[in-house]
């Protein structure tokens, strides 16, 4: 696609529940990257794939929160148990090889996450 | 460890104004990388520069401009003549020798033109 896509735009889950969050990159790009964005703060990275390999899961906050990429494209976050501390906006990004120094990371619109 | 500091939350301008955003940087790397990024009421993170350590010369696109001074770990960033459409958040970030991998955000600065 012309860019990177993040399905649903809002989920509104009750505390408990898992959720599932999409993300399909710009075609091409081996390069995943999923932050999290709290109100009023800066994207906090989670987690980064590259193809299907995910080589830096240092920054997801819990066990409670799993991401996959099985074929190296569409990625999914999981977040199972949701808490309200986890209400925030998720943001995915795709680039070509990391490194390829001249590449930036084009970022979605991101998943709006609350949870009541 | 990384480390982004912006400052100023909220800063507004009237149209035409010119506007400075500071972004002072933590790190250890010797070589590492200088973004600037655009988040407009959208929700998407627009790119607007990449800076690498070894590259000082401060640049200029169209209204925007960057002062990179490594002495004082400072990316600021300005715009000049601002525009409505230039209401939005902007931030500053910092990755490590590989490029884009894993970026350090600052908070980011609210940027509102009021016309």
């Known amino acids: 696609g012309a860019g990177v896509s993040q399905s649903p735009r809002y989920k509104v889950a009750k505390r408990g529940q898992d959720v599932a969050l999409r993300c399909d990159p710009i075609s091409g790009h081996v390069s995943l990257f999923w932050y999290q964005q709290a109100l009023g703060q800066g994207p906090e990275f989670l987690t980064y794939f590259q193809n299907e390999a995910q080589l830096d899961k240092s920054g997801l906050p819990s066990d409670r929160f799993f991401a996959e990429r099985p074929e190296g494209s569409v990625s999914t976050l999981k977040i199972q148990r949701t808490q309200q501390e986890d209400s925030a906006v998720y943001l995915c990004a795709s680039s070509r090889p990391t490194w390829d120094k001249n590449t930036e990371a084009f970022f979605g619109q991101g998943t709006r996450l609350t949870v009541v | 460890a990384q480390k982004v500091t912006q400052a100023q939350t909220e800063i507004s301008v009237v149209e035409k104004e010119d506007v400075t955003l500071d972004c002072v940087y933590e790190?250890?790397?010797?070589?590492?990388?200088l973004f600037w990024y655009k988040q407009p009421p959208s929700g998407e993170l627009v790119f607007l520069i990449r800076?690498?350590?070894?590259?000082?010369q401060n640049e200029i696109s169209g209204r925007y401009s960057w002062n990179f001074q490594k002495s004082t770990s400072s990316f600021n960033f300005t715009i000049t003549a601002s525009q409505v459409v230039d209401s939005a958040v902007y931030f500053c970030?910092?990755?490590?020798?590989?490029?884009?991998?894993?970026?350090?955000f600052g908070k980011g600065n609210q940027v509102v033109v009021i016309p």
């Open positions: 800076r690498n350590s070894f590259d000082e």
């Open positions: 790190t250890r790397d010797t070589t590492y990388y």
């Open positions: 970030a910092l990755s490590g020798p590989y490029g884009n991998n894993r970026l350090a």
